[in-house]
């Protein structure tokens, strides 16, 4: 499945929100999108991979870039990732010691504040 | 398919080296694997990582050095293993000196987004090995499914 990247504004936060494959072909468009938001001055960021089918190295490398974007920029990132199958390659990489994988997008980012 | 069936054959497939195809093989390789029903649908989805991020290194290697060819794949079942090939026409590379990432709390372990794909290679199948040379590589993975 192709990826789709779809944006919206929650509280004070910007959601991308993604579908599909984040693999070597998708990651591109989520990488396009995250400098983008970067680019605007946003201060948290939320990626949700609920609709995440597939990710590999190329999709972790996507949102290990988009942290250090963001921290550049003293933003914050927040990941919503319910999905135990793709929750699993975040913890075979050790990358889940170093984002919060949230189970839900109200655990993110809970209503009336954007933390 | 009944618990006694053992499938034994192979599947081979040529694919352009571009990344539109790592859906395609992992569809391909992934649904082959799980024809073995001894193999649980966890290690199926390790088979379809594997093999996706064998080939995603075979289409980096073959744009490095402009190689249009195709990467040829394949996925045998036999006895009890499934071994996936994946045969690029790269410039090969030394699978010994691939560098070992930052720890991963560490502010430079940020500056890496990639490197991660041998490592997961050699995490998620029984046996991971690679041939490199100025032809290209071969890396073979082996997932063993029953009682050995």
Do not use: W
Not at chain 1, 11 to 27: I, K, N, R, S
Not at chain 2, 78 to 96: K, L, Q, T, W, Y
């Amino acid at each position: 499945m192709q990826l789709d990247v779809h944006r919206y504004p929650r509280d004070t936060c910007v959601v991308l929100a993604v579908l599909g494959d984040l693999d070597l072909a998708g990651a591109p468009r989520l990488r396009q999108a995250v400098v983008s938001e970067t680019a605007t001055g946003i201060r948290h960021l939320v990626l949700d991979l609920t609709a995440v089918d597939f990710i590999d190295s190329t999709g972790l490398g996507v949102v290990v870039g988009a942290l250090r974007r963001l921290r550049a920029h003293d933003a914050e990132l927040s990941l919503v990732c319910p999905e135990p199958r793709i929750r699993r390659v975040f913890e075979i990489c050790d990358l889940d010691r170093v984002f919060t994988l949230h189970a839900t997008l109200d655990d993110a980012v809970p209503a009336g504040g954007s933390q | 398919m009944s618990s006694a069936s053992r499938p034994v054959g192979s599947v081979e497939i040529a694919v352009p080296p571009t990344p539109e195809y790592l859906q395609v093989v992992r569809a391909i390789v992934g649904a082959t694997a799980a024809l073995d029903d001894r193999l649980q649908p966890g290690r199926v989805a390790d088979v379809r990582l594997v093999v996706s991020e064998a080939v995603t290194n075979a289409i980096r290697a073959q744009a490095t050095a402009g190689v249009a060819a195709a990467i040829d794949v394949r996925c045998d079942l036999v006895g009890d293993r499934i071994i996936v090939e994946v045969a690029d026409h790269g410039p090969g590379f030394d699978p010994s000196a691939v560098p070992d990432l930052p720890e991963v709390e560490t502010p430079e372990r940020l500056r890496h987004e990639s490197g991660l794909g041998v490592s997961l290679m050699h995490q998620l199948a029984d046996s991971a090995q690679f041939e490199s040379g100025p032809g290209g590589t071969i890396v073979k993975l082996t997932f063993v499914v029953g009682d050995a």
